[in-house]
């Protein structure tokens, strides 16, 4: 299989914090992730492109300071939304891309619910 | 550069009854095609994906889809929607071959809402 983590599932914030999502490959290894943004009705837009050990790349319109994203490891990204605002609230979406994969087939997680007060 | 349409944005059968699902895309290259399935607060699940091979392809759920270059278009199709089949459908495109660099993107269109009617 090829199954892609995500946590939490749902959090909930207040304006200003910063909050951290977790992405994991369960049973492969993945060089890239990728990190979209679902808002209700709409379809899903990508934010960044997460490289293993390297600098992420980021969508036109995506700001990096306040989306961080480390991928420390093969099986790890995390998304970091920093001082977060009520307008952040929004369904985050990774998905992981097999390490080696000619075709880009990606396995996606099963989302974090952000809801900003 | 690459693009999906997704000619429906709600569908509307009874069960029992067939599922068309219109997807046309552009792509300056040889693309790969998938179909997505999402349910409510759910993630993304794979019906099926195209990468050269076969030109019909056969998924999970007894969905299947076409790809046709003439016309462009990668239709899902399900000979008989189901209750359980309602749910948000996604087409994406991603420019075939090895990957860069970089890394590929995939192209999500706007999604086709399936309702399933008793």
């Known amino acids: 299989g090829a199954v892609v983590s995500q946590h939490p599932s749902w959090v909930i914030c207040k304006s200003g914090t910063s909050v951290k999502i977790e992405c994991r490959s369960l049973?492969?290894?993945?060089?890239?992730m990728f990190w979209y943004r679902q808002f209700p009705k709409q379809s899903l837009m990508l934010m960044a492109t997460?490289?293993?050990?390297?600098?992420?790349?980021?969508e036109q319109g995506v700001e990096k300071d306040k989306f961080l994203i480390n991928h420390a490891s093969l099986t790890l990204s995390t998304l970091t939304v920093t001082s977060a605002h009520p307008e952040d609230s929004s369904f985050y979406i990774c998905s992981a891309r097999k390490l080696a994969a000619f075709y880009n087939e990606q396995f996606f997680g099963p989302g974090t619910r952000l809801t900003v007060l | 550069a690459q693009s999906v349409t997704q000619l429906d944005s709600h569908v509307s059968v009874s069960e029992g009854t067939p599922v068309l699902l219109r997807c046309n895309y552009s792509s300056s290259y040889s693309p790969s095609l998938f179909w997505y399935v999402q349910h409510p607060n759910k993630g993304l699940q794979l019906l099926l994906k195209y990468t050269s091979a076969a030109t019909l392809v056969k998924g999970i759920n007894g969905f299947e889809a076409e790809f046709k270059k003439s016309e462009t278009s990668f239709h899902l199709t399900k000979p008989s929607a189901h209750m359980s089949d309602a749910a948000e459908y996604f087409c994406?495109?991603?420019?075939?071959?090895?990957?860069?660099?970089?890394?590929?993107?995939?192209?999500f269109g706007g999604g086709t809402r399936v309702l399933v009617k008793p």
């Open positions: 997460s490289n293993e050990g390297s600098k992420a790349t980021y």
């Open positions: 049973d492969f290894q993945a060089t890239t």
């Open positions: 994406v495109v991603s420019d075939q071959g090895p990957i860069k660099a970089a890394g590929n993107k995939l192209t």
